[in-house]
């Protein structure tokens, strides 16, 4: 897909998609928030897009990213609550453990090479699949595989001798 074409079809869809995810309970920021994203996936994956059923396909997209994104705050949300139940039983040399815990793991995290700290923190901090990882740092999937492999290996380590 050109850019010229990319921009005719941004152009032409953006405010119905963004209008669509609204009606289907996104508010307004969420709603355009979204429809970027899936007019930044169709630039990034370079997705051959026929005019005739583009509107159809954004709307899937779109519709699929809604409902990742609900389930991901559902699951967020629901966490935060079972943390904030077990922080109130939580003991002061818990919360000691915890803080101490939490303070190796930045160390741990720092002195770990930057390769692997990245693929680590796009996995675990966005969230993001490994062909996802490959795919915007330009590596193969094993590559991925072996930085991951590596820094949980390294994390289990250090941590573990605390």
């Not at 921009?7 to 995810?21: A, G, I, P, Q, W």
């Not at 307004?28 to 994203?37: N, P, V």
Request: net charge positive.
């Amino acid at each position: 897909m050109t850019r010229e074409e990319f921009k005719l079809l941004f152009d032409s869809c953006f405010d119905s998609v963004r209008s669509y995810l609204f009606y289907r309970g996104a508010g307004m920021e969420e709603a355009s928030d979204l429809a970027q994203d899936v007019f930044l996936r169709v630039w990034e994956k370079q997705l051959e897009v026929d005019p005739k059923t583009a509107i159809r396909l954004l709307y899937k997209m779109a519709t699929d990213m809604y409902i990742s994104k609900y389930r991901r705050s559902t699951l967020e949300m629901n966490y935060r609550n079972s943390i904030q139940n077990n922080k109130l039983e939580l003991t002061p040399e818990d919360e000691l453990s915890h803080k101490e815990l939490y303070e190796n793991y930045k160390k741990a995290l720092a002195s770990l090479s930057e390769k692997n700290r990245i693929v680590f923190l796009l996995s675990r901090m966005e969230g993001l699949k490994y062909h996802e990882i490959a795919d915007r740092l330009n590596i193969s999937v094993k590559a991925v595989e072996k930085r991951m492999n590596v820094a949980l290996s390294y994390f289990k380590k250090v941590l573990h001798q605390s």
